[in-house]
């Protein structure tokens, strides 16, 4: 069984609706005498006690469409009566069968690359992937193992470039629960503009992780208007006993499509960068937007050309290839450029 099964039957569903499906599934796993509807409610954290009696009900009509789907997936979930109390609880008769698995060399590999790579970052992520590493391990012959410890010798996941979320244990999890449960988030938020945290009042509705970093997207009340939040500049972060409804038909990939990296303007322009016969070679390495077109030329050099929305994080890639690059088009992202140049070139003047 796994996964797979429960996977077709909702796969068509909201991220946030099969999260809370996986975790009722192992809810239920992890309490072999079966739990009420008020305690998967609360182990769900759909709802509690002293929430009023309409948050109630749709949080139940939430519970019993989530058991419908799991059972249609055809995980025997059923239900006794004890001391006037209905319980549901698995079936103590399925005992799903895992197969022996033969793992090749490329996906043991791949598992602790991906390891290395969680562990880096320090989010709770790693974390899981580490317990999941320790059980692997147990199942398979040390000789699997051996040649993955001498690859610290010639793997390495270098950690410059990566933030640690370790600190921001709790804050990713109540982000998590907010955005599963659609509870608005009051977070205290410093941006570049300000020396000072402003205080917003989020309906978030979703992370993303960008250049080895993690933020938050969602319609913030203070401005009116989707913004994008740095979990590194987040000084405090709350739930709230608000709740939101999150747009059905929000595609976070679709959305940033256009952009370069996270930010958006107000509509795609042409992008034209010619870049020398070096940086021609590493921009030929890479796929950095999904319209790009590279012209190349007789003297080894490169024309770069892509329908990009949001040209500030075009104009600091640009600039990070020194002389190596010449912005074309449009002219005021070289206009943008040669200012940038010009203000670097009066500070290194001003010093000696």
Not at 8 to 25: D, E, F, T
Not at 231 to 253: A, G
Request: with cysteine.
């Amino acid at each position: 069984m796994g996964f797979p099964l429960i996977e077709r039957q909702i796969v068509m569903s909201a991220g946030r609706q099969l999260i809370r499906q996986w975790r009722l599934l192992k809810l239920l796993d992890a309490n072999f005498q079966g739990l009420t509807v008020e305690e998967m409610l609360q182990g769900l954290e759909l709802a509690w006690p002293q929430d009023d009696r309409k948050k109630r009900e749709a949080a139940r009509r939430t519970l019993y469409r989530d058991l419908k789907v799991i059972r249609n997936a055809r995980f025997p979930i059923i239900s006794e009566k004890h001391r006037g109390k209905t319980f549901y609880l698995l079936d103590k008769k399925f005992q799903p069968k895992v197969p022996e698995q033969e793992y090749t060399l490329t996906e043991l590999i791949s598992i602790y690359f991906a390891r290395e790579l969680l562990l880096t970052l320090g989010t709770p992520f790693g974390e899981g992937i580490e317990s999941f590493y320790r059980k692997l391990r147990t199942q398979l012959p040390d000789k699997a193992f051996e040649l993955l410890d001498e690859m610290r010798n010639v793997l390495v996941v270098s950690d410059k470039g990566f933030r640690r979320y370790r600190r921001h244990t709790r804050m990713l999890e109540d982000i998590r629960k907010a955005i599963e449960c659609e509870y608005r988030l009051e977070i205290r938020h410093t941006s570049l503009e300000c020396d000072r945290p402003v205080k917003h009042l989020v309906d978030p509705w979703v992370t993303l992780y960008h250049n080895g970093a993690l933020y938050l997207y969602g319609f913030s009340r203070r401005a009116k208007g989707k913004r994008m939040f740095k979990i590194d500049r987040i000084d405090s972060l709350k739930l709230t006993d608000e709740t939101f409804e999150r747009p059905s038909d929000f595609d976070i990939q679709k959305k940033l499509r256009p952009s370069f990296g996270l930010f958006l303007g107000e509509k795609p322009v042409e992008v034209k960068i010619r870049f020398d016969k070096v940086a021609a070679k590493i921009v030929a390495e890479d796929m950095f937007h999904p319209t790009q077109r590279l012209r190349k030329h007789k003297d080894g050099s490169a024309t770069l050309s892509m329908k990009v929305s949001g040209l500030l994080e075009v104009k600091y890639w640009a600039l990070w290839f020194g002389a190596r690059a010449t912005v074309l088009a449009p002219k005021s992202l070289r206009e943008e450029v040669i200012k940038e140049l010009e203000a670097t070139r009066r500070n290194y003047a001003s010093r000696p």
